[in-house]
């Protein structure tokens, strides 16, 4: 080696932070940047699909009534004393009180929210009977309601994955008088049962002079825009103990326990 030559200096090996560090060394289950990106949105609508059905078939529900109505209806208004009798009325005596083991059906499952959604989880509770809560994530916070059984109240992202919750183990629906989002239920299911993609089941309409002040459904069954026969998908009742009447009279031979097929979609 020549004199002036010079012996190298061997480079500091560098650790591996910076690779740690990056977000691609996440593991792909507990990155919440992938797992909230755009590309996963199949995935997360998967997943609510999941954990609801995980809890539900734990605590053996096997069928719903489902109660919808306003959320701005405040305790001791009529409507609300109503939803909160019905959620009772139906805990006793649909099946909500069996064991857990031999699957409960007919639980009382509404939006989870407040107004009339509290009436009816809160009558249900007070029944000594499970009730179900599927509350939504909205721009103004909604807070779930206080009654709903704490393990079967869940919040959802998409609209979509609520409402297929609801409707899918739903063997009645009660609407007490509510908004926009009360009318979205109704039609919803309404739909589902005239195109044949959900079984028939009662669907009660709560204070038939509310109802019929908004909502004049003759002058489409005139027009040609529904079957005749098609204004028999629904009811009137106004009182609890005939809104219950009328799911037990309504459903005939299908107000029975539920099995494990009748779940399935």
């Not at 690779?19 to 997943?47: E, H, I, N």
């Not at 409507?79 to 639980?107: I, K, M, N, T």
């Amino acid at each position: 080696m020549p004199d002036n030559a010079t012996t190298p200096v061997p480079a500091a090996k560098p650790d591996s932070s910076a690779q740690k560090a990056s977000p691609s060394y996440r593991l792909a289950a507990l990155d919440p940047d992938f797992l909230l990106g755009d590309s996963t949105r199949g995935a997360r609508f998967m997943l609510e699909y999941q954990k609801a059905e995980d809890h539900l078939r734990a605590r053996g529900i096997l069928s719903t009534i489902v109660v919808f109505g306003s959320a701005r209806v405040r305790e001791g208004q009529p409507w609300y004393e109503a939803a909160r009798a019905f959620g009772r009325l139906a805990s006793e005596r649909g099946g909500a009180l069996a064991p857990g083991d031999l699957g409960r059906d007919h639980v009382i499952a509404t939006g989870g929210g407040p107004g009339i959604m509290e009436a009816a989880n809160r009558g249900a509770t007070e029944a000594g009977a499970l009730s179900i809560g599927f509350n939504i994530t909205l721009p103004h916070e909604q807070e779930p309601n206080a009654w709903s059984t704490p393990d079967l109240t869940f919040r959802f992202h998409y609209f979509a994955m609520r409402k297929m919750h609801l409707a899918m183990r739903a063997s009645a629906l009660v609407v007490f008088p509510g908004g926009f989002g009360t009318l979205d239920e109704l039609f919803e299911i309404i739909t589902l049962v005239q195109t044949g993609k959900m079984r028939p089941v009662p669907i009660v309409l709560y204070d038939g002079a509310y109802w019929k002040a908004l909502l004049n459904l003759d002058a489409m069954a005139d027009a040609g825009m529904i079957r005749a026969e098609d204004l028999a998908l629904f009811c009137y009742a106004e009182s609890p103990e005939e809104a219950y009447a009328r799911i037990v009279e309504g459903a005939g031979d299908n107000w029975r326990p539920a099995t494990e097929d009748r779940v399935q979609t």
